[in-house]
């Protein structure tokens, strides 16, 4: 962050009690530390404020009670959308701001009222950042063979699926991005337009004028667009209009709220889609979470064969069509060295937190062993054999079961494949994975 010191800044302009730059030294530092939310918040004796950095809450400072009324009554004037006497019900904004660093973000705020008093939570988005392409999202092997073959479709519904801050938002537009030609018409219907994209006619919610997301589509298909792309299917009637879409030759991307790629089957059931529907109109569906990456400048390796998740790790693989692992494994330029060093001594790349050289913080990562964040896929791939499936009426289980066996690279798996690569850990892809391991170490606890 330059030679400034932001964070000197910040505490002295909580000592004067100035609220502005309290705002422009806390900005400045969230965006300059990459991180996405900023929380500020009232507890019982004192305020603080956390920013969350790759997934993890960070305490940043702490400031007295009788400051606090003061900081988020401002936040509210500033933002012009919000009632400053208002201190009952949560509130939405959304601005636009610049950092004492010249960048341009802009702010998803909203405040929460608990029983000591407004918390105020913001939602970085940093303009300045490109979208990546598909290939810089660690889409890695058969998973990035099988979304390009599904991009090149011309209609059908792709979904991306996983929970808030999971990056789904990132890996549509990186998707947009690749189909996006002067050859096809783009719609999107979006809340909130988080990114501008060239070439795309991008249009913002509006359900308070009932300008929802089924209606945008209902309205949209007169714009005679290729491809359309829904925020979110939310409910019945979003998702009946974007497979009307899909049968009527357009390609549809969208995002649901589920665990894995195969319960989304279970929740467009509860949402009142059929068999058929779903095997005439569904091509992908990608689950994703957003694992920290082990620290580059201060990593070293270590033995996890003592692990109970080392043992799951290599149980993930069990049924694994032996050839189809073989291939996977060449075309993630897995070396022999690579595997061996994982399978047989348990060995797996960790951070230390400390500067290699001098023994004292490290000057990257800071203690948190872990700088940056990778993407873990799974993409279930609505093959023939998948559709024939879902019109006989197997179960989801069934049909998790015999894709796992066929070669379908689920969470665990991609994340597995990950360590061995030594860009992350058996902790990280745990944290976001549910398996047996968790229920054994439930079972350990009681």
Known sequence: MANIDYKQ?????????????????????AVEKGASDIHIEPLENYCRIR?????????????PKTLHESIVSKFKIESGQMRPDEKRLPQDARVSAITQ???????????????????????????????PPLEELWLEGSNLNIIYKNLSFPNGIILATGPTGSGKTTTLYACLDYVNTSEVNIITYEDPVEN?????????????????????????????????????VRDKETLDMAME?????????????????????????????????????????????????????????????????FAYAKDSF???????????????NISQEQRDTFIQKGIITVGTGKDPKTGETCPICGWLWYKGRIWLFELMDYTEELKNMLLNGKSVFEIENLTLQNGMINLER???????????TLDEVYRYVKTKFQDSYTTMKQ
């Open 51 to 63: 920013i969350r950095i790759d997934g993890i809450l960070e305490e940043l400072v702490q400031y």
């Open 101 to 131: 660093t010249d960048k341009e973000v802009d702010l998803r705020a909203n405040t929460f009222p608990t029983v000591r008093g407004e918390k105020l939570e913001m939602r970085i988005v940093d303009k300045s950042l490109k979208i």
């Open 318 to 332: 069990k049924n694994f069509n032996a050839d189809l692992l073989k291939k996977e494994i060449l075309a993630r």
């Open 9 to 29: 800044r910040l505490d002295d302009a909580i000592l004067q009690s100035d609220v502005v730059k309290i705002f422009d030294n806390l900005l400045t530092i």
């Open 196 to 232: 501008k994209m060239r070439g795309l006619n991008q249009a913002q919610i509006r359900a308070d004028i009932g300008f929802t997301f089924a209606s945008g589509l209902r309205w949209g298909l007169r714009q005679d667009p290729d491809i359309i792309m829904v925020w979110e």
């Open 414 to 424: 991609d994340g597995v494949f990950k360590v061995i690569k030594g860009i992350t």
């Open 245 to 309: 879409s899909a049968m009527t030759w357009h390609l549809v991307f969208s995002t649901i709220h589920t665990n894995s790629a195969a319960e989304t089957i279970t929740r467009v059931y509860n949402l009142g889609a059929k068999p058929y529907m779903l095997a005439g109109t569904f091509n992908l569906v990608l689950a994703e979470r957003l694992a920290r990456r082990v620290c580059e400048h201060c990593k070293t390796t270590k033995s996890v064969l003592d692990d109970p998740k």
